[in-house]
């Protein structure tokens, strides 16, 4: 499995950004795609995942009401559509994929997923 994130850039703050990740090889490996972001000196952080179909989603603090996952399953794309971006936005984002739904529990950790890409730079500024 191959995990290709695209659409990082520099924007202003108040500004809106999409990222996308596309997948390769085995499509029961990536039943959940999900996003994460590390911004310098931080941990890992969860930022949304949602299921094949789109039917199950989830979403960190940081993502809810600005930001929307969704799920191409023809392309075995994912897309993360981000509104109203903060100067704290600002972080390196990694898309991942899991084989298997589950709760926050195991969705929100990034040591439950198998496969990650490259990930792709999104800088806010003020």
């Known amino acids: 499995v191959q995990l290709q994130a695209s659409g990082g850039g520099l924007v202003q703050a108040g500004d809106s950004l999409r990222v996308s990740c596309a997948a390769s090889?085995?499509?029961?490996?990536?039943?959940?795609m999900g996003w994460f972001r590390q911004a310098p000196g931080k941990e890992r952080e969860f930022v949304a995942a949602?299921?094949?179909?789109?039917?199950?989603?989830a979403y960190g603090d940081s993502a809810k009401g600005r930001f929307t996952i969704s799920r191409d399953s023809a392309k075995n794309t994912v897309n993360l559509q981000m509104n109203s971006l903060k100067p704290e936005d600002t972080a390196v984002y990694y898309c991942?994929?899991?084989?298997?739904?589950?709760?926050?529990?195991?969705?929100?950790?990034?040591?439950?997923?198998?496969?990650w890409g490259q990930g792709t730079l999104v800088t806010v500024s003020s």
């Open positions: 991942a994929a899991r084989p298997d739904w589950g709760l926050m529990s195991i969705v929100a950790r990034p040591e439950k997923y198998d496969y």
């Open positions: 090889g085995r499509t029961s490996s990536t039943y959940v």
């Open positions: 949602i299921t094949r179909s789109g039917g199950s989603t």
